[in-house]
């Protein structure tokens, strides 16, 4: 079976910035002098960095919708406050826009990647197969095998999959009285994978950035306690789903995809290809996983690429810089309003943070006191709560990675503190109307954001919140 690319689909003009060589160059020279800066540790490179970022804003301006407005404008105000009343205001500025250009950066990088994993029939053909599953089986393909395909599409994997889960019920039968049930199980599987696999993927954002700002997290040892947990939450979200829909008998013959041999192979390969990429770049260059995943992106990328073109295709240097060119200008400025969106969450964060009095504030609940297990289980539930006040998950993550790291001593295990952080970024995305993906969920399948989140999850969320309370007692079990 060829590998070779599938045309890409345009996106929605409604949602895409239009081409603009000019815009497309900025972003990219964003994306460059981050990696650069990281590389060569220059304060110049990271000082034209943020005038970059400072620049795209000012030309996007008439692309930006009302949120991206609300977040500049909540930056500015934190910016003022800052300079107002903080004896050092420019230590904090600099640490907020260091974090807003790393996460303007970092979604950039990745999302070049996910174009190129969707001019991937491999990847189709795995996304078509985990939505024609028998129902018995179907949870735990489409729970699991989104937090896989995650790894190199993260929020992308959402996009590709609400469409084929669809279309695949439509398929089935469009006048089964069944279908509403059908697209509530499957779209909560899928967002409850999405949700949990931030715990342990390699390349989620929640991992990237609290390790970024806290000193003394074991990266290695966190994915280990994430990916127990998912697989523990798996099966009791399988457990869940058929007991909730116990009385439910399918009707009439559903055809059933044989699986993808070659198909996964491919995807498994390349997702190794990646990892072991990045563990290159932490060894080679002496950096953190952060440089990694920034660094192995656009390898990545043009090797994907080439591979799909094949090697020994006569046009193949045509082709390659033609894709290249189309991903760099059509495709990279259609994340323009993302990027801003968590440009300025990693700004608010962290600015947030460096006014928040941390050794004040951690005296007064008695963080010091309170016992491990307790502390840990609850800032889950905070940063779920805070969630309903519609700010993201990446600016709670922020906020609460730079809290901590603040402290004159950590209240807990670095790397369970910032376990705990991940868990409140999942549970805020099974409950939060307002969570990213939740939103993304909604777009594409018309539903609305409370009845994925409040009417389908949230018995789902409870219990997953409940079971990280014995979670982190065992974790800290002779701390």
Known sequence: MSDAPRPATAPAAAHTPAPRPFLATLLMSVAVLELLARFSGSDLLQQIAW?????????????????????????AVLSVLVIVTQPDPGTILSGAMDQAVF?????????????????????????EYLTRQPPGRRYVAL???????????????VSFLVPLIQQGIRRAGADDGLNPLREQRQLSALLRGFAWCV?????????LIVAELMPGVERTAWIGYGF???????????????????????????????????????????TGWFLLLVVFFVEVFDGSIVFGVLAACPVMMAGWLTAQFGLRSPTLWPDLKARMRTLVVEELPGSLNVAITLACSGFIGRAGAGLTPAAEVAAFPGLGAMPDWLLLSAIP???????????????????????????????ADPTLLAFSISCGWAL????SP?????LVIARASGLPATRLTWGWNLHFTLIAAILLVPLFALLTMGA
């Open 51 to 75: 005038g970059l970022v400072l620049t795209v804003v000012v030309l996007a301006v008439r692309q930006l919708t009302l949120r991206e407005i609300y977040l500049l404008g909540a930056s």
């Open 103 to 127: 996460l303007m950066a970092f979604i950039l990088l990745l999302g070049l990647l996910q174009a190129t994993a969707r001019s991937s029939p491999s990847v189709e053909i795995l996304g």
């Open 143 to 157: 729970s699991g095998g989104t937090s896989l395909l995650a790894v190199l599409f993260n929020l992308g994997v």
């Open 199 to 207: 715990t342990w993927s390699p390349t989620a954002f929640a991992p």
């Open 228 to 270: 127990a947990f998912f697989m523990l939450l798996m099966l009791v979200g399988a457990l869940e789903d058929k007991l909730r829909f116990r009385a439910y008998r399918p009707s009439g013959k559903r055809a059933v995809m044989a699986f993808p041999r070659t198909a996964a192979l491919r995807f498994a390969a390349t």
């Open 381 to 411: 539930l905070f940063i779920a709560l805070v969630s309903l006040l519609a700010l993201s998950p990446t600016m709670m993550a922020v906020f609460m990675g730079s809290f901590f790291a603040a402290l004159p001593e950590m209240p």
């Open 428 to 431: 805020s995305m099974t409950f």
């Open 434 to 438: 307002f969570a990213t993906v939740v």
